[in-house]
T-cell receptor, first 111, second 122 residues
Framework: KQEVTQIPAALSVPEGENLVLNCSFT??????LQWFRQDPGKGLTSLLL?????REQTSGRLNASLDKSSGRSTLYIAASQPGDSATYLC??????????FGQGTTLQVKP | GAGVSQSPSNKVTEKGKDVELRCDPI?????LYWYRQSLGQGLEFLIY????????KSGLPSDRFSAERTGGSVSTLTIQRTQQEDSAVYLC????????????????????FGSGTQLSVL
């Protein structure tokens, strides 16, 4: 059974810091890994998708890496801003199409 | 519509009543997912529809929960005899799907979420 774990559960940093969020999964037989952002009281927004054959994806100040063999992914946020404050979730897509989520990391960026 | 639409946005019901939650996916999306999110928690997988294939119901927590997807489009999640522990936000998501036509597999399809239905069972 696929299990997805995110560390840390919560993170508070001053504005301008670079930071790393971690995601690990137990079954490496995945098709892709996705990072999402969730703002309070709202649905999820897709940030980055890394296919199983890829090592990383970048979008603006965000960079996500994938090491499928070790079951790990990281989301790197450069020069954090207060507007980055949200919950970040990772999810892995199994070969049956089922998408399993981690518990999320709640990020607070202080001005 | 342009995005995934869920209704109602809020539902308050009494313990023991049945409720129906609706999801309108993005037009053309063959994959549809239902998740449940309790306060401060991650997303709990409930059920997954992919085209005309039999749905993956492995996440449904009890036989009080069921879901249908009519005509490969709109989906309804039904909870019978609601309990207080059913209180949560129910999120629906859709994508173009993993299994495209002609037996091809597409692993690059992003998931789009609705805003959810906040269910409160009193």
């Amino acid at each position: 059974k696929q299990e997805v774990t995110q560390i840390p559960a919560a993170l508070s940093v001053p504005e301008g810091e670079n930071l790393v969020l971690n995601c690990s999964f137990t079954d490496s037989a995945i098709y892709n890994l996705q990072w999402f952002r969730q703002d309070p009281g709202k649905g999820l927004t897709s940030l980055l998708l890394i296919q199983s054959s890829q090592r990383e994806q970048t979008s603006g100040r965000l960079n996500a890496s994938l090491d499928k063999s070790s079951g790990r992914s990281t989301l790197y946020i450069a020069a954090s801003q207060p507007g980055d404050s949200a919950t970040y979730l990772c999810a892995v897509l199994s070969n049956t199409g089922k998408l399993i989520f981690g518990q999320g990391t709640t990020l607070q960026v202080k001005p | 519509g342009a995005g995934v639409s869920q209704s109602p946005s809020n539902k308050v019901t009494e313990k023991g009543k049945d409720v129906e939650l609706r999801c309108d996916p993005i037009s053309g999306h063959t994959a549809l997912y239902w998740y449940r999110q309790s306060l401060g928690q991650g997303l709990e997988f409930l059920i997954y529809f992919q085209g005309n294939s039999a749905p993956d119901k492995s996440g449904l927590p009890s036989d009080r929960f069921s879901a249908e997807r009519t005509g490969g489009s709109v989906s309804t999640l039904t909870i019978q005899r609601t309990q207080q522990e059913d209180s949560a936000v129910y999120l629906c998501a859709s994508s173009l799907g993993l299994f495209t036509g002609g037996g091809r597999i597409s692993t690059n399809e992003k998931l789009f979420f609705g805003s959810g239905t906040q269910l409160s069972v009193l």
